[in-house]
């Protein structure tokens, strides 16, 4: 039979189960990737688990996300990230090299590999042929370990691209027309593959954009075949023997299927608070904005950074904007400064940040209050950008530079008729000497633990009875920022469980922490496709700290799911999603028995005693994850114990 693209990937690295839609796999990972947002707690994991070091071929640990500083806690992280790295046979990206996704794509991508980041963006190494996909920190420990990494077998949605970009139309543009199609929760269960004539057009850069926003709609990655446009950005990287073509068999059948003709794609904007409000910027033109962000891990490539500061010479930006530029990694922000478009930049007055996330999570450049930030991010929810009343539309940088200079939201076709060309040097510049290999195996520093690093709390096993309040009952597509917010404060305890708790759902009631505790046991009570968004397993572990039972939703996003099971938490799905409607906050819910409930497949009825009726769930969870959640989690079932 014909395999996809994605079906041969999984085929080459099948480690249990069977490839049936929807059925659990396991499979063998061949690079991880974590971060200074992730890492912490991965590689407390990863010690917690006993292993020595590292069996895959090439895990590595960026700092990119914590880099403010403004107290001691990202400085005392780095110094356990590197060290903790080195000791266990990781690579260490030093502050100041990148954002982990550019970077990976730059000097670690390998078409047909397995890829797993304890982050939710990993998606991107799709570009170049991985089947690249973010996880938790803890799945991603046990991938370090040597384990396969388990998840639901994807169904493939082939999206054929026909037709070429117009003028002033992006990949970014054609990012936010599959969300515009699919919304949030439209490639939720899908591996989205890429395929038809249209590819030749795509550079690597653009294919990243696409692959990187694909977690946006609830996929599970996105795939491109290798090809010549592949082997292309190889050789920029001086990585040709890196590359090896890959495609889809001829004749592989795809469980569903999307068109898209890039030729009917005009510049488009997500306005606040979803990635999925997508309109034509023409319909949005004119819109006030109080700051512009061009970069993250979407839109800070060369080629992105270099059309905008072309776009912006000569110019000056308005008087009312702050434009902030944050390259992806230092690669791009040498060959900026040496062909002259960071003094360009500069002369339009943006503020040049380091190669970072930075803005993209609120870490820095938090937009005034009830403020409008235009930025070239993925993500647009409530909170996200540090400032919980302001809002952000996502667009291309293209947009972004000429709304800056323009003052508000414009249609860059407002600029001329043709955008600059930018022409690729032969080779870009090779320097890998902030990325810091690790000692030989049985060497290594002293693993250093600075007073931001907490111990790893664990957790006993489920009880056999629960009584407990629902906590909260929200609306659908709840997110990992509404779950645990955005923002360089909070990211700053994320070594730290109990200091981190205190923010759960802190912006939709800022002491939720305390009444959690004072339950003791409780529940959340949401909608469909509860947690989407980043993979941060702090949204599962600190809820759990905090006393949390279950949530109870009509479904779960892929990570956050595996998440909630990974630390004992229940994830409960509405048999009949209409009872979710009479199930309220402050109402007490009951169940008993549940140990042999869970056991026997996890299908069972709660008793909601304030109004003295009965409603029937079923543990959104494999047998695997069932015995996991019997054992308290993850760790406790592997009788993990912290150093
Ligand atoms: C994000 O973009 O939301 C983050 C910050 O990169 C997260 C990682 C995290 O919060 O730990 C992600 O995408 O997974
Ligand atoms: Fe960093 Fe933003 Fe990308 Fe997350 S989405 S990895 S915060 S740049």
Redesign the pocket.
């Known amino acids: 039979m014909p395999s996809t693209l994605t079906e041969r990937i999984i085929k080459d690295h099948l480690a249990a189960g069977e490839m049936t839609p929807g059925a659990e796999i396991g499979i063998r990972i061949d690079q991880t990737l974590v971060?200074d947002?992730t890492g912490q707690m991965a590689l407390l994991q990863f010690e917690a688990l006993g292993r020595p070091r590292v069996r895959t071929r090439r895990s590595v640990v960026y700092s990119?996300?914590n880099i403010l500083q403004v107290t001691s806690n990202n400085a005392d992280d780095h110094a356990f990230l590197r060290t903790a790295a080195s000791r266990f046979g990781m690579v260490y990206s030093k502050v100041g090299n990148g954002?982990?996704?550019q970077l990976n794509l730059e000097r670690f991508s390998a078409p047909g590999e397995t890829l797993l980041g304890a982050?939710?963006?990993t998606t991107t190494g799709g570009a170049a042929g991985a089947l690249a996909i973010g996880a938790g920190g803890l799945d991603v420990a046990v991938a370090m370990g040597g384990s396969p990494f388990f998840l639901p077998m994807p169904r493939v949605m082939g999206i054929t691209l026909t037709g070429s970009l117009r003028p002033w139309s992006t990949a970014k543009d054609a990012a936010l027309e599959i969300l515009r199609r699919l919304t949030v929760s439209g490639g939720r269960g899908h591996v989205l593959e890429f395929k038809g004539e249209a590819l030749k057009g795509l550079s690597l850069t653009q294919r990243a954009v696409i692959a990187?926003m694909s977690i946006e709609t609830g996929a599970v990655t996105a795939v491109f075949p290798s090809d010549e446009r592949t082997l292309e950005f190889f050789r920029l990287q001086g990585r040709e023997a890196d590359w090896k073509p890959l495609a889809a068999d001829p004749g592989a059948r795809y469980d569903s299927e999307l068109e898209i003709d890039l030729s009917s794609i005009e510049p488009l904007a997500a306005a606040p608070h979803s990635p999925d409000n997508v309109s034509p910027v023409r319909e949005l033109a004119g819109a006030r904005i109080d700051q512009v962000a061009i970069?993250?891990?979407?839109n800070?490539s060369f080629q992105d950074l270099m059309t905008a500061a072309a776009i912006l010479r000569g110019k000056t930006c308005a008087p009312h904007v702050s434009l902030i530029v944050a390259p992806g990694s230092r690669q791009v922000y040498w060959e900026l400064a040496s062909r002259g478009a960071l003094a360009d930049l500069l002369a339009a007055g943006a503020r040049i940040m380091e190669a970072a996330?930075?803005f993209?999570?609120g870490v820095g450049q938090a937009p005034p209050s009830l403020g409008t930030s235009l930025r070239t991010?993925?993500?647009n929810f409530p909170g996200r950008t540090g400032t919980p009343s302001a809002g952000a539309y996502l667009v291309s940088p293209e947009t972004a530079a000429a709304s800056a200079a323009a003052g508000e939201l414009t249609d860059p076709r407002s600029l001329g008729a043709e955008p600059p060309v930018i022409a690729l040097p032969e080779r870009f510049r090779i320097d890998d000497s902030m990325f810091i290999l690790p000692a030989p195996a049985g060497e290594g520093p002293e693993i250093i633990r600075g007073p931001s690093i907490a111990p790893l709390p664990l957790f006993g096993p489920v009880p056999d009875s629960v009584e407990a309040p629902v906590m909260l009952a929200l609306a659908d597509n709840v997110t990992t920022d509404d779950i645990l917010p955005a923002g360089a404060h909070i990211l700053a305890l994320r070594a730290n469980i109990p200091a981190i708790s205190r923010y759960i759902f802190s912006n939709i009631e800022p002491d939720f922490h305390l009444r959690q505790r004072e339950a003791g046991a409780g529940f959340i009570v949401g909608g469909a496709n509860y947690g989407q968004g980043?993979s941060r397993e702090h949204a599962a572990l600190a809820p759990r700290y905090l006393g949390l039972t279950g949530v109870i939703a009509e479904s779960f996003a892929r990570i956050h799911q595996a998440n909630l099971c990974n630390f004992g938490l229940l994830p409960l799905v509405f048999v009949n999603p209409a009872d979710r409607a009479w199930i309220l906050k402050g109402h007490t819910l009951k169940i008993s028995g549940l140990r042999a409930k869970l056991a026997a497949g996890g299908h069972f009825a709660i008793l909601d005693e304030t109004v003295g009726r009965e409603f029937e769930v079923r543990a959104d969870a494999s047998p695997r994850q069932r015995e996991m959640l019997l054992a308290g989690g993850l760790l406790a079932q592997a009788g993990a114990s912290a150093a």
């Not at 970069?295 to 979407?298: D, R």
């Open positions: 971060h947002a990119d996300h954002i982990c996704h982050d939710s963006h990187n970069g993250s891990c979407t800070s996330c930075g993209c999570n991010s993925n993500r980043s």
